[in-house]
């Protein structure tokens, strides 16, 4: 049998051997909703009939701007059947980023919630239009779609391209005919990048890509069917899609979850059976403290990837192993390369688990590591991972200068430091190039300190960031949140690190803060370290290192 290499091929194939086997489960409120394989294909295929009435065609750009709802599943292989391509918009996104999406992506059709958690869509909607047109008085403004309304939607919603109401009793209407124009080259989805370096870009990726690689994840984290994945990560971002697809792939069951509430959570993980978790360690940290307050059964639970935002990594992966002896494992991907691009297998020790990186999920995909000066270098020295494979995105959405991500000779850019493992295929990330710190002359990562003081018993979360002082020197300054109360004092935490560090690597200054300023975007929720940066370049003017955080 012919490997699927679209969406609609892998819907079809799915559907055939697991028809009956629930596909979806949305947590909604206090119940849920189910969809099988078969009612997922029929939903797509009437999806994709009312979306291609609606003016979609091959090539044409949807907005999906939900929450984990089934819908946001259905929207994905109906844009597929149709040729057309996926821009995920995560649902806390405001005005600003909004604008940026509708300049960007241009898309003929946006979809959105009637209503979901108070949020204003149809506000934010009308002040990006309008900051959108100011900057491009000739955007052609795309019609709004809503979902779960009794009724038409109003005419807030419409601005500019119209509004109507998509039935979520799509499954009920039977296609005429099947439009049947997806193909594996066509670009299906795209994901908005972090925007380190400025606007955020569009990654997009195409449907042969999408395909391989959720079978590759599959693989990689032993999904089976009958197996259940926590999907509580927005979609609209790789590191909530790529496991999703991957155990759709693999004919197991997702359960999705539209608003995280911890306690909540963590009694889904038993009462569904739960086997799989992806995450950054905010998120499964939340989780385990919930699971500890409330303990339930979670023997099914079995592998997991965990990307270390805030130091808890260890302490995730740990509790994991002790209470239901699941391996919860560091990965490495991005908008560009996909999530799980890399995960550590199974039999690893704890602290190899406790790294960014792993063994690559396809043979396809191949990493090197880079000099400045552009050689190779060799297993154990650090430098620039590059990528080659098919899991490298197909393009960025505009002329954001595509070709610089390149090398001559045709390796992704990652812009991450990491080196070789002796094991071909396998590479531990260290962090990004611009976050290494060269403190008394050594190259330093500020996760290995981060990584200590989080392990202090007093210590709930740890960052570190560098800024350089008036003469040129670089310094470590950190910040950490306190499990005490009162919180633990900076002047411990300090003789804590000069007791037990090399003296290079002690922060020059370190404070205890109430809480960290944080942003959510499409993989999670992390630490806005430009703004730490702008406290610690305040607080190297300062004489001690106790006190609050400006």
């Known amino acids: 049998m012919t490997a699927p290499d679209t969406l609609p091929a892998l819907l079809d194939d799915l559907a055939q051997r697991h028809g009956s086997a629930p596909a979806l489960i949305e947590r909604s409120g206090p119940g849920t909703r189910t969809c099988t394989y078969a009612e997922l294909l029929a939903d797509s295929l009437a999806t994709a009939e009312l979306l291609a009435a609606r003016g979609v065609r091959q090539g044409d750009m949807v907005g999906v701007w939900l929450p984990n709802w089934i819908e946001s599943v259905v929207l994905q292989f109906a844009a597929a059947e149709l040729g057309a391509a996926v821009v995920g918009i ?14 960007a992506a241009q898309p003929v ?22 900051q959108a047109l100011s900057a491009n008085a000739g955007l052609a403004l795309p019609w ?29 209407r039977t296609p005429a005919v099947r439009p049947g124009h997806a193909r594996p080259s066509d670009l299906v989805s795209y994901f908005t990048t972090s925007g380190s370096t400025g606007q955020p870009k569009l990654a997009g990726h195409d449907q042969a890509s999408v395909v391989t690689h959720s079978l590759n994840v599959a693989a990689a984290l032993d999904m089976r069917p009958g197996d259940v994945f926590l999907s509580a990560l ?3 971002g790789v590191f909530g899609f790529n496991p999703t697809m991957g155990m759709l792939s693999a004919g197991g069951c997702c359960l999705l979850v539209p608003v995280f509430a911890a306690d909540q959570v963590a009694a889904d993980l038993s009462a569904f059976g ?22 339930g059964d979670l023997s099914a639970l079995r ?68 000099a400045p000066d552009g050689g190779e270098l060799p297993s154990g020295q650090t430098g620039e991972l590059q990528f080659r494979g098919y899991n490298v995105l197909a393009r960025y959405l505009g002329d954001l200068g595509d070709r610089s991500i390149l090398t001559p000779d045709g390796w992704f850019r990652s812009g991450d430091l990491g080196h070789l493992t002796d094991t071909p295929g396998e590479f531990v990330f260290t962090c990004r190039a611009g976050d290494a710190l060269r403190l008394r002359g050594f190259l330093v990562e500020p996760a290995e300190i981060e990584r200590f003081l989080a392990g202090h018993p007093s210590v709930s979360q740890a960052k570190v960031v560098g800024v350089t002082d008036a003469s040129g020197r670089d310094h ?38 109430a809480e960290f300023p944080t942003t959510t975007g499409t993989n999670g929720e992390k630490i806005r370290t430009a703004e730490l940066r702008a406290w ?15």
Not at 147 to 159: A, F, G, Q
């Open 144 to 172: 709004v779609a809503t979902l779960r309304r009794d009724s038409e939607p109003s005419e807030l919603l419409d601005i500019g391209g119209g509004s109507w109401l998509l039935r979520s009793d799509a499954s009920t």
């Open 90 to 103: 995560n649902t806390r996104y405001g005005v600003h980023e909004l604008a940026h999406l509708l300049l």
């Open 274 to 295: 739960v086997t799989h978790v992806v995450g950054g360690d905010d998120l499964l940290g939340r989780l385990m403290d919930a699971a500890k307050e409330q303990p």
């Open 476 to 513: 470590a300054v950190a910040y950490v949140t306190s499990r005490d109360t009162p919180p633990a004092e900076s002047v411990t935490l300090l003789d804590y690190c000069r007791a037990h560090l090399a003296p290079f690597k002690v922060p020059s200054r370190l404070r205890v803060v």
């Open 303 to 370: 592998r997991g990837g965990i990307a270390d935002f805030g130091g808890r990594m260890p302490d995730v992966i740990e509790w994991a192993q002790e209470t239901a002896d699941a391996e919860i494992s560091g990965l490495y991907g991005s908008s560009e390369l996909f999530a799980l691009t890399a995960v550590w297998q199974p039999g690893r020790t704890l602290s190899e688990r406790s790294r960014g990186g792993g063994r690559l999920v396809s043979p396809d995909i191949s990493v090197r590591v880079v």
């Open 109 to 130: 059709g946006i979809v959105v919630p009637a209503g979901f958690h108070g949020l204003d869509f149809a506000g934010r909607l009308r002040e990006a239009s309008a």
């Open 234 to 236: 927005p979609l609209s």
């Open 536 to 550: 610690a370049a305040e607080d190297l003017g300062t004489p001690a290192s106790e006190g609050a955080a400006p």
